[in-house]
């Protein structure tokens, strides 16, 4: 098992910064890949970006690419998430996720290809 838990979730005005963290235990961190979603109102889950278990490698939605950036600290079992210029329609709540896996070089996309799952942290974005 793996638990997770984000924090750093809030309300900030367009054009501001957020950076989301997500806390891992349970397992070893290394041999995880990472991900963040999001949820918008009324919508479905979506892919935000996705991170090796190296942290070599990152990718991210178009939506959001340029603005956000992915991290992780495998000292701290540490998930990071910066987001800059913030937009109204990066409203939602953030989940981050985890999958175990033995490819060093995979980003995973979907939120099928996750096992575990923290409990969301809401961003809100006025304009």
């Known amino acids: 098992q793996v638990q997770l838990v984000e924090s750093g979730g809030g309300l900030v005005q367009a054009g501001g910064s957020l950076r989301l963290s997500c806390a891992a235990s349970?397992?070893?961190?290394?041999?995880?890949?990472m991900g963040w979603f999001r949820r918008a109102p009324g919508q479905e889950r979506d892919f935000v970006g996705g991170?090796?278990?190296?942290?070599?490698?990152?990718e991210y939605a178009d939506s959001v690419k340029g603005r956000f950036t992915i991290s992780r600290d495998n000292a701290k079992n540490m998930l990071y998430l910066q987001m800059n210029g913030l937009k109204p329609e990066d409203r939602a709540v953030y989940y981050c996720?985890?999958?175990?896996?033995?490819?060093?070089?995979?980003?995973?996309?979907?939120?099928?290809?996750?096992?575990?799952w923290g409990q969301g942290t809401q961003v809100t974005v006025s304009s």
């Open positions: 996720a985890a999958r175990f896996t033995p490819y060093s070089h995979t980003v995973y996309y979907t939120d099928r290809d996750y096992t575990y």
């Open positions: 349970g397992r070893t961190f290394t041999n995880y890949a």
């Open positions: 991170i090796t278990p190296s942290g070599a490698r990152t």
